[in-house]
Nanobody
């Protein structure tokens, strides 16, 4: 079973950049679609970005498109989320997730992902 560990969170100022990483165990990382989600206090966990396994097609939520970039380094078994122009409303716990088995996914629904990391806190101050 694959395990995921996020890192790179922390404190940032309005307008700053951060890069999150998600290290995956196991040799089959390259075969999984991967996603980033976040959850703010009192809110539902929301989709941010996803990347497919073959071809690396990317999907983004409207709220982060143009500011956040998802990428993957299959040789390093690592998923990334580059976050630019951070805003206070980006404050949340950020989670990476793996879709190890799903047919006809939308890539945007958290129910399609079956392996989750423990999350990393991102706090953006104004």
């Amino acid at each position: 079973q694959v395990q995921l560990v996020e890192s790179g969170g922390g404190l940032a100022q309005d307008g700053d950049s951060l890069r999150l990483s998600c290290a995956a165990s196991g040799r089959t990382f390259a075969t999984f679609a991967m996603g980033w989600f976040r959850q703010a206090p009192g809110k539902e966990r929301e989709f941010l970005a996803a990347i497919t396994s073959i071809g690396g097609t990317t999907y983004y939520a409207a709220s982060v498109k143009g500011r956040f970039t998802i990428s993957r380094g299959d040789a390093q078994n690592t998923l990334y989320l580059q976050m630019n122009k951070l805003k206070p409303e980006d404050t949340a716990v950020y989670y990476c997730a793996a879709m190890t088995m799903h047919s006809r996914p939308t890539y945007t629904r958290k129910s399609e992902y079956n392996v989750w990391g423990q999350g990393t806190q991102v706090t953006v101050s104004s």
